[in-house]
């Protein structure tokens, strides 16, 4: 979550990709997204994103303390192909949403 404020998301983006995502996956594993799936994944989601977002938190309590920014060498990771496929759908999600463009955050 700490990265994330160097992309400008806020703690709103967290709820709308949460959506996007279950989107994706009721697209992707259509009849095998069951009750129980979907309840499984949000359970996970928000765990996941609870801690994005205290991850967040910290980041804008701490670059308003001081002028140091995140180093660069903490942005170096590079997702796989399957990773870069999978954001990309759940961002067409977020677009279907109607909430954001693509490249807006």
């Known amino acids: 979550g700490a990265r994330h404020i160097n992309y400008g998301v806020n703690e709103a983006h967290w709820e709308t990709l949460g959506k996007a995502f279950t989107l994706t996956l009721r697209e992707i594993l259509r009849e095998s997204f069951t009750q129980e ?7 996970a989601y928000t765990f996941m994103s609870s801690i994005m977002i205290e991850g967040l938190r910290g980041a804008i309590a701490k670059r308003a ?14 997702p796989s192909e399957q990773m870069k496929s999978a954001v990309e759908r759940s961002w ?14």
Do not use: R
């Not at 799936?37 to 359970?43: G, K, R, Y």
């Not at 303390?65 to 590079?78: F, H, M, T, W």
């Open 37 to 43: 799936v979907e309840a499984a994944w949000s359970m």
């Open 65 to 78: 303390a001081g002028p140091k920014q995140i180093p660069a060498s903490a942005l170096s990771a590079v």
């Open 92 to 105: 067409e999600q977020v677009q279907t949403l109607g909430t954001y463009n693509v490249g807006e955050i």
